[in-house]
């Protein structure tokens, strides 16, 4: 039955479907609804804003692991695999929403609430880590090392 269905579909005989994400499952596209360009856009906008975000925790990272003491190192390596767990997560949640986005269900909800918590938690979480970690153990700077030689004195 439901192959005659898509077979049909494809050959323009009925109402056009798409197969979803189950196995022979149809759902079927209303051809006469619009979508709007705008609803493509915002899932592109927030996917990319995730990215972000993620690429600057990812950036900061580095700059941790490069210290070479192990405590940054750890701290770095952690929030590396916290980062690209979040990376993941967005572009899971952008092909959901792609999907949901083209199959014009008004009924479907495509705002997402755990995202911006996540992203949220991963960055006020590397803050704070950050900010413990360089009270912990301040930067030594020589400045003798960094300064330009003084003049010879003149008497």
């Given at each position: 039955m439901?192959?005659?269905?898509?077979?049909?579909?494809?050959?323009?005989?009925?109402?056009p479907a798409v197969i979803g994400a189950g196995?022979?499952?149809?759902?079927?596209?209303v051809p006469n609804e619009r979508l709007e360009p705008k609803t493509f856009f915002a899932n592109e906008r927030t996917y990319v804003s995730y990215l972000k975000s993620c690429l600057v925790v990812i950036v900061g990272c580095f700059t941790l692991v490069s210290m070479q003491k192990l405590a940054a190192m750890v701290i770095g390596i952690v929030f590396i695999c916290l980062a690209a767990l979040m990376t993941f997560y967005?572009?899971?949640?952008?092909?959901w929403r792609r999907?949901?986005?083209?199959?014009?269900?008004?009924d479907v909800a495509l705002d997402d609430n755990v995202g911006p918590i996540l992203i949220s938690v991963l960055m006020i979480a590397f803050l704070l880590t950050l900010f413990i970690?360089?009270?912990a153990n301040p930067p030594r700077f020589n400045i003798r090392a960094h300064s330009p030689p003084l003049p010879p004195a003149v008497c």
């Open positions: 439901w192959m005659c269905c898509i077979v049909e579909s494809f050959l323009g005989i009925s109402k196995i022979g499952e149809i759902i079927p596209v967005a572009v899971w949640r952008y092909h999907k949901l986005i083209r199959q014009g269900n008004p970690y360089f009270m």
